[in-house]
């Protein structure tokens, strides 16, 4: 009797809207299936592309899992005294793709104290809080960005979550805080996402092997953090 055939690869986080990467999306799709991915994670990162992730949801459904969010690099064009009159109401436009496709997940969203210059942590914050309350009253899972503040970004969960954490999950993408936060997290039901950084950055390595296997997720944060060697490799993180 022939063995059962292992169970396929799920990318957990993945950007197939960009302009990078869209035009080849189809491509892209094929060469994961044919890699043995049979599901990823698109993760929009503002209102301008949210369009894009959906219509890569319709035209492959089976294998595009869409996340609907703001990413913290994008927080001042919603929020803030910089943001455009093009973003208002932009909490009820993200509210509407969520309820036009109910197995959706809230994301990219979260914290990133290195672009605190540039996009203020209150702008950041303000912008995180009520994709959260929209995450908790939908009931859907939320991919995080967080770099440099994960004790805030802490703080935050349990605040909009509670001490019991998030029932559906919290991905954190591209995990690059420290071991030592791995349980912490993990009481708010969180996930830890590595992508290919963990090959080149130790303490990356370290965070992965503290990780419990249970909460453990992998992703290609495609097409960044490709790994090293790969042809046109970026050391950007969305």
Same mark, same amino acid.
């Given at each position: 009797?022939?063995?059962?055939?292992?169970?396929?690869?799920?990318?957990?986080?993945?950007?197939?809207?960009?302009?990078?990467?869209?035009?080849?999306?189809?491509?892209?799709?094929?060469?994961? @299936?044919?890699?043995?991915?049979?599901?990823?994670?698109?993760?929009?990162?503002?209102?301008?592309?949210?369009?894009?992730?959906?219509?890569?949801?319709?035209?492959?459904?089976?294998?595009? +899992?869409?996340?609907?969010?703001?990413?913290? /690099? /994008?927080?001042?064009?919603?929020?803030?005294? &910089?943001?455009?009159?093009?973003?208002?109401? /932009?909490?009820? @436009?993200?509210?509407?793709?969520?309820?036009?496709?109910?197995? +959706? $997940?809230?994301?990219?969203?979260?914290?990133?104290?290195?672009?605190?210059?540039?996009?203020?942590?209150?702008?950041?914050?303000?912008?995180?809080?009520?994709?959260?309350?929209?995450?908790?009253?939908?009931?859907?899972?939320?991919?995080?960005?967080?770099? &440099?503040?994960?004790?805030?970004?802490?703080?935050?969960?349990?605040?909009?979550?509670?001490?019991? $954490?998030?029932?559906?999950?919290?991905?954190?993408?591209?995990?690059? $805080?420290?071991?030592?936060?791995?349980?912490?997290?993990?009481?708010?039901?969180?996930?830890?996402?590595?992508?290919?950084?963990?090959?080149?950055?130790?303490?990356?390595?370290? +965070?992965?092997?503290?990780?419990?296997?249970?909460?453990?997720?992998?992703?290609?944060?495609?097409?960044?953090?490709?790994?090293?060697?790969?042809?046109?490799?970026?050391? $950007?993180? @969305?």
């Amino acid at each position: 009797m022939a063995a059962p055939a292992p169970p396929g690869l799920f990318d957990a986080h993945c950007h197939l809207q960009l302009p990078r990467l869209l035009p080849h999306a189809a491509g892209a799709v094929a060469a994961a @299936r044919a890699a043995g991915v049979v599901r990823a994670a698109v993760c929009g990162c503002s209102r301008g592309d949210w369009g894009e992730v959906e219509k890569l949801a319709t035209a492959f459904p089976e294998f595009v +899992a869409p996340q609907f969010g703001v990413h913290p /690099w /994008w927080a001042a064009e919603h929020e803030g005294p &910089g943001a455009a009159a093009a973003a208002e109401g /932009w909490v009820e @436009r993200l509210e509407a793709f969520l309820r036009r496709h109910p197995s +959706a $997940g809230v994301g990219e969203c979260g914290l990133d104290k290195a672009k605190k210059k540039e996009i203020p942590m209150d702008v950041q914050v303000s912008v995180l809080r009520p994709q959260l309350e929209l995450a908790r009253e939908l009931a859907r899972p939320v991919s995080l960005h967080c770099v &440099g503040a994960h004790g805030t970004l802490l703080e935050e969960l349990a605040r909009a979550f509670g001490p019991g $954490g998030h029932g559906p999950g919290l991905v954190l993408h591209s995990y690059c $805080g420290s071991a030592d936060m791995i349980v912490p997290f993990a009481r708010l039901n969180c996930f830890f996402s590595f992508s290919a950084s963990f090959l080149r950055v130790p303490k990356h390595a370290t +965070a992965l092997r503290a990780a419990p296997r249970e909460r453990l997720l992998l992703e290609t944060d495609s097409p960044d953090q490709l790994p090293p060697g790969l042809c046109g490799v970026s050391a $950007g993180s @969305r």
